[in-house]
T-cell receptor
Framework: DTGVSQNPRHKITKRGQNVTFRCDPI?????LYWYRQTLGQGPEFLTYFQNEAQLEKSRLLSDRFSAERPKGSFSTLEIQRTEQGDSAMYLCASSLGTQAGMGQPQHFGDGTRLSIL | AQKVTQAQTEISVVEKEDVTLDCVYETRDTTYYLFWYKQPPSGELVFLIR??????QNEISGRYSWNFQKSTSSFNFTITASQVVDSAVYFC???????????????FGKGTKLSVIP
């Protein structure tokens, strides 16, 4: 399978714990995005990488959220001191970076569903 | 600010009926792209189509067709002869021209849940 891979698929944790999710993009894609989707809503953009550079992070929900893409391949999203309101599906997407970048379709993984007890 | 509105929250149709999903967008840019994605019960978002702001030609792909009208800021999606496998949540999304090191992030509507009844 050469699609976007995310793990774990499900994460259940207690309030206050830290969690980390991993995303492996499609191999030839240099752009990587993180989104959050809550029940009944469309995905909401969080952050974006081009290769290893995080070019947009102002939409991260709070300073408890951080993301890395250390070698320009896989990425991790960490949430520190989780709260009840962090329960959601976290989606990763990747796309090709070209001059027509905005027109390149983003391909999504299956997501990681986070449940905070 | 960019915005995407999908006014239909849920639609139910009987198999073989045609159905149109509405999408209205707001943007201040002259260059932008519009997308439709399908999210079946399994959860993965599946890319269906993209349209750039300079191309108002309608597109047909099998049972799917898309009507883009800049004059009304709409990008509607029609499924002809619907099938049970079409049951899913459908999202319309907008990507705008970046400023500086723009991110091309997608702004999604809230989605329309389509149920096709056998």
């Amino acid at each position: 399978d050469t699609g976007v891979s995310q793990n774990p698929r499900h994460k259940i944790t207690k309030r206050g714990q830290n969690v980390t999710f991993r995303c492996d993009p499609i191999s030839e894609h240099n752009r990587l995005y993180w989104y959050r989707q809550t029940l009944g809503q469309g995905p909401e953009f969080l952050t974006y990488f081009q290769n290893e550079a995080q070019l947009e992070k102002s939409r991260l929900l709070s300073d408890r959220f951080s993301a890395e893409r250390p070698k320009g391949s896989f990425s991790t999203l960490e949430i520190q001191r989780t709260e009840q309101g962090d329960s959601a599906m976290y989606l990763c997407a990747s796309s090709l970076g070209t001059q027509a970048g905005m027109g390149q379709p983003q391909h999504f993984g299956d997501g990681t569903r986070l449940s905070i007890l | 600010a960019q915005k995407v509105t999908q006014a239909q929250t849920e639609i139910s149709v009987v198999e073989k009926e045609d159905v149109t999903l509405d999408c209205v967008y707001e943007t201040r840019d002259t260059t932008y792209y519009l997308f439709w994605y399908k999210q079946p019960p399994s959860g993965e978002l599946v890319f269906l189509i993209r349209r750039n702001s300079f191309d108002e030609q309608n597109e047909i792909s099998g049972r799917y067709s898309w009507n883009f009208q800049k004059s009304t800021s709409s990008f509607n999606f029609t499924i002809t002869a619907s099938q049970v496998v079409d049951s899913a949540v459908y999202f319309c999304a907008l990507s705008e021209s970046p400023s500086g090191a723009g991110s091309y992030q997608l702004t999604f509507g809230k989605g329309t849940k389509l149920s096709v009844i056998p």
